[in-house]
């Protein structure tokens, strides 16, 4: 089933918007993300993603390991959370294999890989927003982000931007 | 994917380009002639290739 299909099978009309709350920030989860969001835009939705605790690694900067955000502890799980490249599945993950034999099937198979969907989304102008809250306990600032990251949200501005469309929490 | 694949180097042409897309039957070739009509982009031809490979001719 293509993502057209499942978003045209609904029988209400309502307004093509989607709205994605990424928090896993898991390499599966991530892909399931960016496949609906950019198969969304391209047929022609206002697709939104709010950006929230794990999922804060996807959209960093410093992709890699680096000692971001402020303080010690937040320094330390900047750390941990490499960004894309190091983001793990969400069940057998043996030890960070999993991600590595996903990329290599993805890659075998012809599908598109992680960070081509993130390209593809940067492309099809996806609006893509970084929890606030968030962002305040791991100590990070907008400039640590990628700058296609539109803004800064939180709970309150997520549902009126959410508002009359569809909303997913992966 | 395949759409969004089209869709994207439909964006970077000129109005009146063509595109030809080579895309797998199933799904891809239900999908994307269909889609493309419904962005509003002409479908100008979809052609059987060899194997499970088809050609769809778009023009923006």
């Known amino acids: 089933m293509e993502i057209s299909d499942i978003l045209t099978s609904l029988p209400v009309k309502e307004p093509k918007k989607l709205s994605i709350i990424s928090f896993s920030g898991d390499f599966d989860k991530l892909v399931a993300t960016f496949t609906l969001a950019t198969g969304a835009a391209a047929i022609g939705y206002e697709v939104h993603i709010f950006f929230t605790f794990w999922g804060l690694d996807a959209?960093?900067?410093?992709?890699?390991r680096a000692f971001v955000g402020t303080g010690f502890l937040p320094k330390i799980f900047g750390f941990f959370m490499g960004g894309l490249r190091s983001a793990?599945?969400?069940?057998?993950?043996?030890?960070?294999?999993?991600?590595?034999?996903?990329?290599y099937l993805m890659r075998k198979k012809?599908?598109?890989t992680l960070e081509e969907l993130v390209e593809a989304a940067k492309i099809l102008e996806v609006n893509m927003y970084a929890c606030e809250m968030a962002m305040h306990i791991l100590g990070l600032q907008k400039s640590d982000f990628i700058h296609e990251?539109?803004?800064?949200?939180?709970?309150?501005t997520f549902l009126e931007i959410s508002e009359g469309g569809r909303t997913l929490f992966i | 994917m395949t759409f969004v694949k089209t869709k994207i180097q439909l964006s970077k042409l000129q109005s009146g380009d063509i595109l030809e897309v080579l895309l797998m039957e199933g799904e891809p070739l239900q999908n994307v002639p269909k889609s493309a009509r419904?962005?509003?982009?002409?479908?100008?031809?979809?052609?059987?290739?060899?194997?499970?490979?088809?050609k769809v001719i778009i023009e923006k």
């Open chain 1, 110 to 112: 012809n599908v598109a």
């Open chain 1, 88 to 103: 793990p599945v969400s069940r057998l993950n043996f030890l960070g294999l999993s991600p590595k034999i996903f990329r």
């Open chain 1, 149 to 156: 990251v539109k803004d800064v949200l939180g709970v309150a």
């Open chain 1, 59 to 64: 959209i960093k900067q410093k992709q890699g």
């Open chain 2, 38 to 54: 419904e962005q509003g982009f002409k479908v100008l031809d979809v052609s059987h290739v060899e194997g499970q490979v088809h």
